[in-house]
């Protein structure tokens, strides 16, 4: 990780000195002299600061995975030792309720109101605004 973060310190004001290095020269007339300059701030700037910076991001990344990959095996190791434990059977279950045939529900309105309940066939209930006996069935 320290070298990549050097490389980088390193290679991105080296590319941006190149890149004010080639901008500087815009104005310089064509001719041998002037594709001798480019080339070589292109040689001594541009590529170096490019593969420095990089190369220093590709550095960082590999830290990181290493670093992901020791903390997964230690999580691992961790799981592996000491298993998450099963919660014991209760001894007497609790019987469930039985299950009661599809029972029949309707709509009932309110005489009172007009509000509407569900109720069951064959059960009486109270409405919720008026407290008026409902009937079903």
Known sequence: MFWGILMIIIGVPVLLFGMMFMLALIGLPSGEDAALIISTGLLLFIAPGTLLTVFGVKFIARSDKKKRAQRQAAYD????????????EPLNPVPSPPQS???????????????????????TGNCDYCDTLLVNG
């Open 101 to 123: 045939v599809n029972p029949t529900f309707k709509w009932i309105d309110c005489p009172g109101c007009g509000a509407k309940k569900q109720l069951q066939s064959n059960q």
């Open 77 to 88: 190791a961790i799981n592996a030792a000491s298993p998450l434990p099963v919660p014991p």
